[in-house]
């Protein structure tokens, strides 16, 4: 029987064993076949739906300002605008993978879209911050379970392979403009309907959505047995929760010092529950993560890859967001379309690399992606508080954000080679969640830095608040180009050629 813990629909190997949501459309198999109209359809709203997820990570960076401002929120709270949805979408989001295995597909889709659609109104009408970060862990939890069921949508509907491959790439494409879009629209919404509609734009696209899932996502049989029996909520739980410690203590560490209770005692609980999390995977019958699949060496490689670049990348909009709006001094549209010339860049890089990963194999482009992102962040970490966004940014930032577009689908095809149909899903997750954690814990960390690095110099300059920010920042993102450069040589070790999934 298939590994029920994959986070997509997958194809076992054997033919005779298919599972509903996989069985041949047509004639032979008794279902109606699907027109070009209907899969045509399925695969715009699969697209727009894993775009409506994605860009919900960073499209608040360019309103931070904004909503600390309204809302009263510290420098810690504003972080966790960021991180309640990267935290809530990452711990969570092999477990709802493993929900739509039980659920069948359809259902899944619509309870996570529905979900999200929901919180996005919650957190649009926030009165204060405590709200507003709770609402964002329920837009994380909704993703968490839509995002694997877009890719189930396009696994099960496209079976021919050039199809397939085709909309694969559509899917990571739009993938890509989502993360890198988000500070654009974000800063466009901010500057014109005021910053609660980063939120609320998410309510007709979610409705329309919704109306038109229900009319063309064909309903598939829930469920392989064993109905919650097989949802392993002591993994999740401890997972979740020993992330979000980790980035607690962290985060506290911009008030107190390390040696705080405030500081070690989340740490040390963080470290306990990821240890506990292991445990229980080790012994229950159904994991969230069978830790045998950890030992393939491309697979365990290519999550360190994505967690060093996940933690450089996700950092970098969150920086440069309050850069151009505290030093430079943009508005949040300016701002926003700043990061336009970065978007395309990410967008040019993963059509690039699946044009060609058939020749050159992931871990070229991997090296070399994340090559490149050091490079642009060694770069963009000479800022300075007197620069000017047209000599000083985009050359940097365009270099970065190309790179980690050239690594991002190369990534996941080394992540999931050598693996058979049965755990292929499961690879994939785990590249999604490691992309999230690691931008959860990098977020975290450099923005700590920073702030750490501005308040020594206050101390010594307490007038010179602009250069005091900018150095902070600057620290940071230098920080972040160390990431990716462990990226790279970690990316040395994946395996050259990928090897074809078994079936």
């Known amino acids: 029987m298939p590994d029920p813990s994959a986070p997509t629909t997958r194809t076992p190997a054997r033919p005779d064993a298919l599972h509903p949501a996989e069985a041949p459309t047509g004639p032979a198999s008794g ?23 994605i860009l919900d990570v960073s499209i608040v960076n360019v309103a931070l300002p904004s909503i600390r401002a309204e809302l009263h929120l510290s420098g ?33 889709f619509l309870t996570g879209l529905a979900a999200f659609t929901l919180a996005s109104l919650a957190g649009g009408l926030a009165t204060d911050g405590a709200l507003l970060i709770a609402a964002r862990a329920v837009q994380g939890i909704g993703g968490a379970v839509l995002a694997p069921a877009t890719l189930t949508l396009i696994m099960t509907t496209f ?23 988000g500070a654009v629209i974000g800063g466009v919404l901010t500057e014109y309907a005021g910053w609660r509609w980063v939120l609320f ?46 980035v607690y203590g962290i985060i506290s560490t911009e008030t107190h010092g ?29 994991p969230l993560v069978p830790l045998a699949i950890l030992r393939r060496r491309s697979l365990a490689t290519a999550n360190l890859v ?36 970065g978007s395309l860049a990410i967008i040019a890089g993963a059509q690039l690399a699946t044009r060609i990963i058939a020749r050159t194999g992931p871990r070229p482009l991997l090296v070399i992606g994340m090559a490149l992102s050091t490079v642009g ?36 095809v080394a992540a999931t080679s050598g693996t058979d149909r049965a755990e292929a899903g499961l690879a994939s997750g785990l590249v999604n969640t490691s992309r999230q954690v690691g931008g959860a814990l990098g977020l975290a960390l450099l923005a700590t830095v920073a702030t750490h690095i501005t308040a020594g110099r206050l101390a010594a300059h307490p007038h010179d608040i602009q250069q005091a920010l900018t150095a902070g920042y600057g620290r940071a993102l230098l920080i972040a180009a160390a990431f990716t450069a462990c990226a790279a040589l970690g990316a040395l070790a994946v395996p050259a050629r990928a090897r074809r999934v078994t079936s």
């Open 159 to 181: 079976t021919e392979p050039a199809a397939r491959t085709r909309a694969m790439g559509a899917w990571s494409a739009v993938m890509a403009a989502g993360g890198a879009a």
């Open 31 to 53: 279902a109606p076949a699907r027109g070009p109209r209907s899969t045509a359809a399925i695969l715009f709203i699969a697209c727009a739906a894993q775009f409506m997820v």
């Open 201 to 246: 734009v998410n309510v007709p696209i979610g409705v329309a959505l919704l109306a038109a899932a229900l009319v063309y996502v064909p309903a598939t049989a829930s469920g392989r047995g064993g109905g919650l029996r097989r949802l392993d909520l002591p993994g999740a739980v401890s997972v979740t929760a020993g992330l979000t410690a980790l």
């Open 377 to 412: 962040f060694i770069w963009l970490s000479r800022i300075r508080a007197d620069g000017n966004y047209a000599t000083d940014v985009v050359a940097p930032f365009v270099l970065a954000t190309f790179g980690a577009g050239l690594a991002m689908m190369p990534a996941t």
């Open 76 to 108: 810690a709270g504003q972080q966790w605008i960021v991180n309640a949805y990267t935290l809530g979408f990452a711990g969570l989001l092999l477990l709802g993978g493993r929900a739509a295995d039980l659920v069948g597909t359809k259902r899944a």
């Open 306 to 341: 994505v967690i060093w670049m996940g933690a450089a990348t996700f950092a970098m909009w969150f920086l440069l967001s309050l850069y151009f709006q505290q030093i430079l001094g943009y508005s949040a549209v300016k701002a926003g379309l700043c990061f336009l010339p």
């Open 258 to 286: 390390w040696g705080s209770p405030t500081v070690w005692a989340p740490l040390a609980a963080g470290v306990l529950l990821l240890l506990a999390f292991l445990a229980i995977e080790s012994k229950v019958a159904h």
